[in-house]
Each structure stands twice: as C-alpha cells, then as structure tokens.
C-alpha cells in the first residue's frame, strides 16, 4: 500500500470514526461505533490489512505495565512462589475444573450410571476391619430382597457377602451369610502397656451366618436382635513383609486362646439404641446413647463362654449456628463365663476412630476399654447456596484398657488429639480429612463417615 | 504529588519504560535486574506528556475469532486462592505503588470503545432514555405464536429460547417459585442502569405471555439438552417443565425476562485480566483498563455479586469486531436468581481466602460482620438489598478478579462519578422498567438504590479532590505590577466543577480549596485557599501570586515543549470533619502570549 493511499484510508477513517481524535477532547457518544469503513478481506491472509496498517500506525499508552523496581524486589518471591502455586493451586485447579466441568459424561460416568442402575453398585471405602487400606466394592442389589456384596482392599482384605433383606415401615429382617478375610489385623499385646515396637500382625478368616431382625416402636428408639454363628481361623498375614505373630519372639501365641486353633461360637447379640440427634443446618445436635449386649457361646468343640457389653453416650452441644462441640463415650466390658474365655480377637480394643484416633485401630486391648472423646467442630466456608459447608475440627481423645473397670485408674491413659476438616451437606456428613497426633506418633486419614 | 521532575537526558521517555527498550536484554529476569541497575526507579511523566488512548481504535476489522469456552472453575480456583495469596503478600500493595489504569485519557478519563460509551455521565439522559436503556421494540412480538428453539432444563437457572414473529431470538429466563418478579425485575433494572452508565448489555425485556403463546419449532429441529448432555427433540411437555419451577400470574400469564441475542455469533466470555489473543484490537490488558476496574463501584452500586466472566460476552458485530457485552443481571439487587440475596453476598467472596483462614486458626471464633448482621427479605419481588449496612469500601463480587482487585482510589472515583451521574428520577424511570407488582417495592428499592448511590459517592468522592472540567477563564496577561513590569503570568482564574457539591458528597459552605501551584523548572511555587462559593458546583479560583514570588514572562516564554507545563494540585477541605483527601492535579500549559495558560491534563 502507498503512503498516499494509507494516508487516504486513515482520512477515511477518521471521517467515518470520529472517536480518533484524540480522547478528552470527543466524549460525544458515536452513533458509528463501529466504523464506516467497510473492511475488506484479504483472502489470501485472511486479514484486513487496511486495518492492520491503522492499528500498526496509533501511538497510545501501553497495555501493559512495564516492570518497575517492585517487579524486581518481588522477582525472587515469585521464583519461588511460581512452581508451589503450580503445584498447590493451578494443577488442583485445572483438575477440579475438568472434573466438574459441565459436559457429556465420561465413559466411566456413563458406566457407573449404568450399572448402578441395573442394581450393581461400586464403591470404594475401608471397611474391611482394621488396616485395611482402601476397598473396592460392588454390591448388587438387583433383585431386591436378595443381596451380594463383594469387596477386596488394597491389602488383600476380603468381605463377600450374601443375604436377603426384608424392611418395612418400623422393622426389618435380614439373613446373611458372610466370609471376611482380615489380613493384617495388628496386634500389640494385651494391656494398656503394650510396646508398639512389638506390633505384629496376623490374618483372620472368618466365616459367619446370621439372622437379625430390628423394630423402632418409638421415633429415636430401635431394638434390635440377633442370632449367628461365626467360625475364625487365625494365621499368618497375608503379604509376607508383615511380621507374624506366629513369628514374633515378643507374645506366645499358645497363651492367646483364638491364635492357634479354630474357634466356633453361636452368637447372641441384643443392641438398644436411642438416638435424639438430628441434623440441621449443617449441625448435629441433641443426644444419641446405645447399649449392645452379645453372648458368645463355644461350638463344635470351641470350650469358651463369654459375654460382651459395650456402652456409647454421645452428646451434641451446639454453641452457636458455626460452632458446635461433640462428646462421646465408649464404655466395653469383655467377661469370660466359662472354659477358654474371649479369644483375644474378641478383645476390647482402643485406638482408631472408634475411640482414640491418635492412635491406628486395635492398638490397645484388653477386657475392658473406656473412650472419652471430644470434637470442636466450626465453620470455615460453605458455598453461596448453603449447599455444602466446610468445617475444622479439633479433637482431643482420651481412654485406656483394663483387666477390669475399676483398674482403669491405675492403667496407663493415651491420650490423643489432631485436627481436621469435615465437609458436609445441611442434612449429613460428606466425609472428613484428619490428622491426629499421640505419644507413638501421626496418624491420618480421609473417611466418608465419622463415629459421631 | 505528581512531579515534573526528570533526570537530565530524559526528558520525554515514559521512566516506566517498556522492558524491550533495554537493549541488552533477552530474558526477563535479566530485563529485571537492568531494570533495577539503569531502566527503574525513575517516576512516570506528567499524563499530559503521555499518549492517550484513542477512541474507537478497537473497532477495527479482524478476522472472526473462534469460540472461546473456558472451564471457569480453573480460573476461579485461581483467583481466589493464588491471586488472594499475591495480593495478600503484594508488596506492590505494601508500598503503595499500585498500578493505576493504563487506557487513560489526559483528563483521567476513558474514550469510547468496544467497551465502553459515555452516556449518561457526559449528557444526562432523559427518564424516558433511562427507561428504554437499550431496547428497540417492546419486546418479544407476540402478535403470532413464539416458537420455542431450545430450551435448557439444567442449572439452577432454567429457562428456554424463543423466537417471536419478527424473527427475533430471545433468551426467556424466570423468577422462583415465591418470588414473582425477583430476578426478572432486578435484571432489567440492572440492565437499564448498567447501560445508561455506558457499557455494553443486550435488550432485555420484562415479558408476560400465555404458555398457549407457545409452540415448539419442529422445523428448525429444537432441540434439549438434558443432565446427561445428551440432546433431545424438544416437547411442549419439557417447556411445561420449565414453567413448572416458577409461579404464574393470577391471570395464568408467565412472567419472566427476555433477553434479546445480541447482533453478531457470542465468541464467549471476557476475563478480567489479560488480553484476547486472536483480537488483534484488544490492546490493553483487561485487569489495566478503567472501565473495568470503574466497574466495580457499578456493581457495589447495583449489589451485581455475580459480576464474572461467565456474565460476559464478546459478541463479533458489524463490521467485524469484538464488542464486549455484560449479560445476565438476574443476581443483582436484592436477587440472588433463584432466591433473595443474603448478607453475606457483597460482603464476602464465594471463597474468601483470608477470612476462612482466620476461621480455620481461631477455631471458628474470627467473625465477619454479616455473620450476626439480621436480615429478612424486605418484599419477595425485591428480595434482600442492604441500605444502611452497604459499605462501598468493602462490597465485594462474589468472586475475585483482577480488575476489581487491582482498582486504585481513581479508578473508583471514575466509576463512582458514574453512579453519581444518576438523578432521582433517572433511577425512579429505571426501576420502574423493572414492572414491579406493587409501589412499596418499587418505592423502597429507589429509595434503597438512592441510598446506596449517595454512600458511594460520599465514599468515593472524599478520597480524592473530585473537581472537573477545569478551565483556565482569565489570565493575567497584560497586568502590569507598580513597577510597570509585566507581571503575574501567574494571575489567572481557574474555572471548574465540583462534582462533590454537584452530587451532593458535601455542600459549597462545607468546602475550601487548597491549591498549590508549581513550576519546577522555574522552580517556583505558589499557594493559596479560598473557600467555595455557594450556591452553584461551578467554581473558580483566583491564582494570584504575590510579587515577590511571580515569575518574569520572560521566563516562561523562554521556556517551550513539554517543560513549559506547570502543575497545580487541589485539595478540598472539608470543613465537616471529613477525611483529607488526595489532591487533584491540573496540568498548567503556557502556549505563548496569545494563547496564555490552559489546562492539558487532570489527575485525581
């Protein structure tokens, strides 16, 4: 293009944009926002080139800031700051925004859709006794009463399931047969003493029938009751970097009555709860208490009787609509009726979320175990909606093994404390992060469901 | 103050000057460091001895962009969290060096765009002008059936498309269930007030029909697309579904708000900070640019929580350019869209890092004010809107971006003179665009809104010395002194408006001005106060220096170019009690005996 004729487009350009005067001096509105020049195309580059030349040809302020002493001084906190920010935030960031990105779902959404809805439902959690390790889980329930529930964790830990569930309004019935596999239960020795230098570990294989039935006559209250066998072999873990207790030099498994011989019970189990709690509004509040009982009668040459009783108080004091302090107490007592007793399996036992979470599952045992447990929970977010809300929490637990319940006091207490973060919906909990911190050390974990 | 002065050898180059004017760069760590070494530290010229922005300029034709959908989540995760981590720790704003906007005028002011367009602010519209805003028609034609083209059942927001017998599309949105008008009211008033102060909406409508008006367009294939993404042929039954989530007039009509498609294929939303790429008019970043930032001030105004980049759009228009659209306004006012707002939107990010981490370390015991604030839903056609308790300092989106962050006192004075600019009745005549079902709502939300417009201009003109339209009236030129020399290049009138007297911030008898006049490379100053004259916003100073103290005329004549710009800074004392605020600066340009003193620039 020659001068003459840029020069001209430009003319033609201020005649038809007369906002290209210098500003501050034309701040009439423009009917003509936009121009009147009509643009042409250069098909070959598919650029206005007339527009280009104009755009090339403004003297204006610059539209970015250059850098000035702050930008040096600040250099260096951003050289370190950048790769933390990339790793903290902007990759959380990209994740969570294609997780949840509005669009056609997945393959693998469409696929748990999918079978959930034809009844086979999977699912990931850790519940398959202690040191489980994350599990995968399917439980089909197509053909409703009737149930299968399988799952294997991440440390071979096996539950299989089957069964058949009747509920109505007020009551419930159910018969299952079920074979578990622990297999790496940890075991420290007996006593509120025990080392944790002599944690071994062994493999339970457990096998169980059971027929329960349940009524709630009461809004809160439910009875329920139930009867089962249950068959237990014990042996070494199933991964072999695993110390066994048969292995160990610190416990004689022959003097632990369940470790080295197969022992079979007829269960009778009866549990009374009344539960007061409700959520609202993203708190729990009121008053939950149990009892269960459970008599545990030798079979088929087992020569054990013994009787478990096991006590949970939990309270719900909400301070005010953000801050809420939770209670709980946990109070088993473990009673050898006749020949051989509790196999230690059957022990109480402290540690875990259950009654100290300092503390990994099962790290104290002995006949009787008292929990004292205490949550500070408040509120730290929660989104726009009121749909979800994000809560700290500190916690400071505290409890010990016995013999017997009047021995407590002279039993060594472990307590424990953490914090953590709990997210949940105005009706239940979504799932709960934690640390926890005790004389042995750290432990932590994220849970889809809290004791209490 | 701002200041004249310059190293020798610099007498014109931006000291901020780019990092590629250093020639031996070629990394921008190392440009950092030469920066510091022999480029930095210098202070930035006198805005008149900058280039100005110039109107227009991005209105050019470019090549049609592609789409442009971003993962929003990406972006607000990253703005909540990094950008409240930098702020938090910004030296930047530690030192208060503060980047000020860059696509301003001389006058502290911005030029018409593809952004922006002074309207009200530089001719006051009328209240029927505010009352149409933006629109063209009355709305959807519905002298024939409104065929439904699309619909959307997912969202918290459901609503479906229409086009009306003039061909026109709309996008027909609806209030919930209990809250006849709530969002379809705010959004049009919203829209109505958001274009009077200049910027970009679309034509929205408040529309009342019959679902027998209605009729699904088999032809053109409407379609849904359902929670799973997947589409499917529209039905009557689906728009019956739609309606079904908001009540009905008693009359069996539907209200809700029509927006009309703007011209031009929607190239997605805007961001807050950074340019467009394959906009080659996009030439400022977005977090630099003053109407955005003056933006924000707006939105306190209009309680526009919901004021993100998704509630944007770059709409490709005739002939061929990018014009940046604000869309969207039912989450403003006392409406949260699908139910009333609550106290803490406005006070309180969606994630407001510091706040959550004050609750985290202090057990929950770290309380923001809205936390205990009451409040009830003043009329379910209005929602919840604070009067009293709005505090423009503090109002924030409900989602952090760089714009809003990165506003500096001026850029705010800027958007809150565009909120002053609105009378009464202007925003009488907007509200009542809203069609609201009874007078106390349309009364208590003028009246709320008036409220709110005076906080704001209260707040924000006290921060700064809000004069305008400076005018040198008189100068002194041919005054002789008893001497018989000339004299008194420095007596001259200095006419101007004070915006804080003429939106009512303050009144003429609480009001004294304090000016200083200086001219550094005479290196002579001047200084004086004179109470405001009442009964007018129009003002003048009288800039007479004494004998001792003026400047020969042959000094200034000698002097030519940039140097012979003198600075003259104003502060308004407030005889109230009223917060000091900053002054303005009056840029001072001698042209010559024959042309005298006249104002080339102002600074806030």
Redesign the interface.
């Known amino acids: 293009m020659s001068i003459g004729s840029r020069a001209a487009l430009v003319a033609l350009w201020l005649v038809g944009?007369?906002?290209?005067?210098?500003?501050?001096a034309?701040?009439?509105?423009?009917p003509v926002?936009?121009?009147a020049?009509?643009?042409t195309?250069d098909q070959e580059t598919?650029?206005?080139a007339e527009?280009?030349s104009?755009?090339a040809s403004?003297?204006?302020?610059?539209?970015?800031?250059?850098?000035?002493?702050?930008?040096?001084?600040?250099?260096p906190?951003k050289?370190i700051?950048y790769p933390l920010?990339v790793v903290?935030?902007?990759l959380?960031?990209?994740l969570?925004?294609?997780v949840?990105?509005?669009?056609?779902?997945s393959f693998l959404v469409?696929a748990y859709r999918g079978m959930t809805g034809w009844g086979l439902k999977p699912t990931i959690r850790t519940t398959i006794g202690p040191r489980s390790g994350a599990a995968f889980e399917f439980l089909f329930s197509r053909y409703h009463p009737f149930y299968i529930h399988t799952a294997v964790s991440l440390r071979l830990s096996q539950r299989h399931r089957a069964g058949v569930l009747f509920a109505g309004g007020r009551s419930w019935l159910s018969a299952e047969v079920k074979w578990e596999r622990q297999a790496e239960s940890p075991f420290y020795g007996i006593g509120s003493s025990s080392e944790e230098v002599d944690r071994a570990f062994y493999r339970r294989d457990w096998a169980d029938v059971s027929l329960q039935t349940g009524v709630a006559p009461l809004s809160g209250l439910a009875l329920n009751a139930g009867i089962g066998y249950e068959n237990d072999l014990l042996d070494d873990p199933v991964r072999g970097g695993a110390e066994s207790i048969f292995d160990s030099t610190d416990f004689d498994t022959g003097l632990l009555f369940g470790a080295e011989e197969r022992t079979e019970f007829v269960r009778y189990a009866l549990r009374a709860t009344l539960d007061l709690s409700r959520w609202r509004d993203f708190q729990q509040r009121g008053v939950l208490i149990g009892v269960t009982g459970a008599y545990y009668e030798g079979a088929n040459g087992t020569d054990s009787q013994f009787h478990k009783i096991t006590g949970v108080v939990q309270g719900y004091l909400p301070i005010n609509g953000?801050?809420s302090l939770a209670l709980r107490g946990v109070a088993e007592v473990t009673r050898d009726d006749e020949g051989n007793g509790a196999t230690f399996f059957h022990l109480a036992s402290l540690g875990g979320s259950r009654s100290a979470l300092g503390f990994p599952t099962g790290r104290f045992r002995d006949r009787d175990m008292l929990a004292l447990m205490s949550e500070?929970r408040?509120?730290?977010?929660r989104?726009?909606?009121s749909v979800t809300r994000a809560e700290?929490f500190?916690f400071l637990h505290d409890g010990t093994v016995a013999e017997r319940l009047n021995e407590l006091g002279d039993a060594d207490w472990h307590p424990s404390y953490g914090f953590g973060m709990r997210l949940a919906r105005p009706e239940g909990l979504i799932g709960v992060a934690y640390l926890g911190f005790s004389s042995e050390g750290v432990t932590a974990g994220i849970r889809g469901a809290w004791r209490y | 103050m701002a200041v004249l002065s310059r190293g020798p050898g610099d007498r014109t180059a931006?000291v901020?000057?780019?990092?590629t004017e250093c020639p031996a760069a070629a990394a921008?760590?190392v440009?950092?460091?030469v920066?510091?070494a022999g480029c930095?530290?210098a202070r930035q010229v006198p805005l008149p001895l900058?280039?100005?922005?110039?109107?227009?300029?991005d209105?050019?034709?470019?090549?049609e962009p592609g789409g442009f959908e971003p993962?929003?989540?990406?972006?607000?995760?990253?703005d909540a969290?990094?950008g409240e981590?930098?702020r938090g720790?910004?030296?930047?704003r530690a030192?208060g060096?503060n980047?000020e906007a860059?696509?301003?005028?001389?006058?502290d002011?911005?030029?018409?765009s593809?952004w922006f367009?002074?309207?009200n602010d530089?001719?006051r519209m009328t209240p029927e002008e505010i009352f149409r805003g933006p629109t063209t028609t009355e709305g959807p034609d519905t002298t024939a059936l409104l065929a439904v083209i699309a619909a959307k059942v997912?969202?918290?927001s459901p609503g479906f498309t229409v086009r009306d017998a003039r061909g026109d599309r709309y996008v027909v949105k609806f209030d919930p269930k209990g809250f006849l008008y709530l969002s379809s009211a705010a959004g049009v008033i919203s829209n109505r007030l958001l274009y009077a102060a200049g910027y970009h909406v679309p034509e929205d409508y408040i529309f009342a029909f019959r679902s027998g008006q209605l009729h699904i367009d088999s032809e053109e294939g409407a379609t849904v697309i359902d929670d799973?993404?997947?589409e499917r042929p529209l039905t009557l039954e689906m728009v019956r579904d739609v309606l079904a989530l908001t009540d009905p007039l008693p009359g069996g009509h539907y209200v809700a708000v029509a927006s009309k498609y703007v011209p031009g294929p929607d190239k997605g939303p805007f961001r807050f900070d950074g340019?467009r790429r394959d906009d080659?008019?996009d030439?400022?970043?977005h977090q630099?640019r003053r109407e955005l930032r003056g933006l924000s001030v707006v939105s306190s105004w209009l309680n526009h929580v919901d004021m993100r980049f998704a509630n944007t759009m770059d709409a490709y228009?005739?002939?061929?350019?990018l014009?940046h659209y604000l869309i969207d306004f039912a989450a403003t006012l006392g409406s949260?869209t699908?139910?009333p707002h609550e106290p803490?939107?406005g006070t309180e990010y969606?994630?407001d890092l510091w706040p959550?981490v004050g609750?985290?370390f202090t057990?929950?015991?770290y309380h923001v004010g809205w936390?205990s604030q009451e409040w009830g839903v003043i009329d379910p056609s209005i929602g919840w809107m604070s009067a009293e308790e709005f505090d423009p300092a503090t109002w924030k989106a409900?989602w952090p971006n760089n714009a809003f962050t990165d506003m500096t006192i001026r850029d705010a004075y800027w958007g809150a003179k565009l909120v002053g600019s609105f009378s009464d009745e202007q925003i009488r005549a907007a509200v009542a665009a809203g069609r609201l079902p009874n007078a106390f709502a349309s009364d208590t939300l003028t009246r709320i809104l008036i409220h709110r417009r005076n906080r704001i201009v209260e707040h924000w003109y006290a921060r700064v010395a809000p004069v305008e339209n400076l005018k040198v009236e008189v100068d002194g030129r041919g005054a002789q002194g008893d001497d018989g020399a000339a004299v008194a290049l420095s007596s001259f009138v200095l006419a101007f408006d004070d915006y804080g007297i003429r939106d009512g911030a303050w009144t003429a008898g609480e009001a004294t001005y304090e000016w200083e006049l200086q001219h550094d490379a005479l290196d002579r100053r001047w200084a004086g106060r004179q109470g405001a004259v009442e009964g007018s916003f129009h003002q003048r100073l009288s800039v007479l220096a004494g004998a001792e103290d003026r400047p020969g005329r042959a000094g200034f004549a000698e002097l030519e170019g940039a140097d012979s710009i003198a600075t003259m800074t104003i502060r308004v004392l407030r005889h109230d009690g009223g917060k000091s605020n900053r002054p303005a600066t009056a840029y001072l340009s001698w042209g010559g005996d024959a042309a005298g003193y006249r104002v080339v620039g102002l600074e806030h």
């Open positions: 944009a007369p906002g290209l005067v210098p500003a501050g034309a701040q009439e509105p423009s926002s936009g121009g020049v009509s643009p195309l598919g650029r206005y527009a280009d104009i755009r403004y003297v204006r302020p610059p539209g970015s800031h250059a850098a000035d002493w702050v930008d040096v001084v600040e250099f906190l050289a700051g920010d903290l935030v902007k959380p960031g990209w969570v925004a294609n949840t990105a509005p669009r056609p779902p469409r953000r801050q500070w408040y509120e730290i977010w989104d726009i909606h700290g500190v | 931006p901020g000057m780019s990092l921008r760590a440009l950092l460091i920066t510091a930095g530290g900058r280039p100005q922005p110039i109107a227009y300029a209105t050019l034709p470019i090549p993962l929003e989540t990406r972006y607000v995760v990253n969290v990094s981590v930098s720790i910004s030296l930047r030192v060096e980047h860059l696509n301003v005028t001389h006058f002011d911005v030029v018409n593809a367009e002074h309207r530089s001719r997912q969202g918290i799973d993404f997947v340019t080659p008019n030439h400022y970043d630099h228009v005739a002939p061929g350019y014009r949260g699908i139910r803490r939107e969606n994630f959550t609750r985290l057990l929950g015991f936390e409900n």
